[in-house]
């Protein structure tokens, strides 16, 4: 269920295993990301660094289209059910910030 906060911010309720899996998501790609730092640090090649760094692009565009997902079949369903047509402006702003 979304819930607008009296600062403005929205917030969802997900379910418990949706936390735990984009989490463990998120950690993943943050250790990524520390490798790669430790590999600049270290002096590694910049084709090996250049590897890791699609790799961990690559996570965050796979996170991205979970919680796309997730959010159409939640979220945007919700506020359809309800009547709330704006929801689609909403989705097509969000989905050409994401295409660029």
Not at 85 to 97: G, M, P, R, V, Y
Request: charged fraction near 30%; charge should be positive; aromatic fraction near 4%.
């Amino acid at each position: 269920m979304i819930q607008e906060k009296d600062n403005g911010h929205r917030t969802v309720q997900r379910s418990p295993e949706m936390v735990h899996d984009l989490t463990v998501r998120l950690n993943r790609i943050e250790g990524q990301v520390k490798g790669i730092r430790n590999m600049v640090e270290k002096g590694a090649y910049c084709t090996d660094i250049l590897m890791q760094v699609s790799a961990a692009t690559s996570a965050l565009q796979a996170f991205n289209r979970e919680l796309l997902y997730e959010h159409m079949r939640t979220c945007v369903t919700q506020k359809l059910k309800k009547g709330d047509n704006e929801i689609i402006e909403e989705l097509i702003w969000t989905l050409q910030k994401m295409m660029r």
